[in-house]
């Protein structure tokens, strides 16, 4: 069954340092998010993707994410400067249509760790 | 917000017991989903119950949905120590479903 894969599983950043978070979606979805779940808390939304640009952004989604679509299998989350609380897990999803009519498929999430 | 929230928080049960699993939001949905999540991966979608159902199932899965009361209950039957997750409910954001948003979750425990 296709998956959601993510890179790195694992990325340890110093603080103010620039991270990209990468991920391939499923190759016929068209919907992209990025989501992070800090430690023992809830599964927070950061930002939706849809033709080439964010359809949808939350709060946390501030100046310094930036998120990309390079080429027509990879999408991307840039953190410009990393700070402490960034620390989370990251995880990428897509789906074949809008959430409303089609559930997300997750990849495992990258861990950063930000020190 | 449509944000769900989940009760209990937590669930401790044996192997071969029923658990049941609340969710409650805030504002009309086109439908809701239920996910699970085993420690330290990725979310797994379980069932999507749209609005004009009022009960769905899925294997071992049974979900009810009450649009006049804004909630939405998971039944898992039998349950086995592989079922130990978290289980989140999710609705749209809004209207136009530009994101999905998850509550805080029940963390179900099974032992055997």
């Known amino acids: 069954e296709p998956e959601v894969t993510q890179t790195p599983s694992h990325q340890v950043t110093q603080m103010g340092q620039e991270v990209i978070l990468r991920c391939v979606p499923i190759s016929n979805h068209l919907y992209f998010y990025w989501y992070r779940q800090i430690l023992g808390q809830k599964v927070e939304f950061l930002v939706s993707?849809?033709?080439?640009?964010?359809?949808?952004k939350s709060e946390i989604f501030d100046d310094q994410f930036s998120v990309e679509r390079p080429d027509g299998s990879n999408f991307t989350l840039k953190i410009r400067s990393t700070k402490l609380e960034d620390s989370a897990m990251y995880f990428c999803a897509s789906s074949q249509t809008g959430p409303v009519g089609s559930p997300l498929h997750f990849g495992n999430g990258t861990r950063l760790t930000v020190t | 917000s449509q944000q769900g929230e989940e009760d209990p928080q937590a669930l401790s049960i044996q192997e071969g017991e029923n658990a049941t699993m609340n969710c409650s939001y805030k504002t009309s949905i086109n439908n809701l989903q239920w996910y699970r999540q085993n420690s330290g991966r990725g979310l797994v979608h379980l069932i999507l119950i749209r609005s004009n159902e009022r009960e769905k199932h899925s294997g071992r899965l049974r979900v009810t949905l009450d649009t006049s009361k804004k909630s939405s209950s998971l039944l898992i039957t039998a349950s086995r120590a592989a079922d130990t997750a978290s289980y989140f409910c999710?609705?749209?954001?809004?209207?136009?479903?530009?994101?999905?948003?998850f509550g805080k979750g029940t963390t179900l425990s099974v032992s055997s």
């Open positions: 999710a609705t749209a954001l809004n209207q136009a479903g530009t994101a999905l948003i």
């Open positions: 993707f849809y033709n080439n640009e964010i359809s949808e």
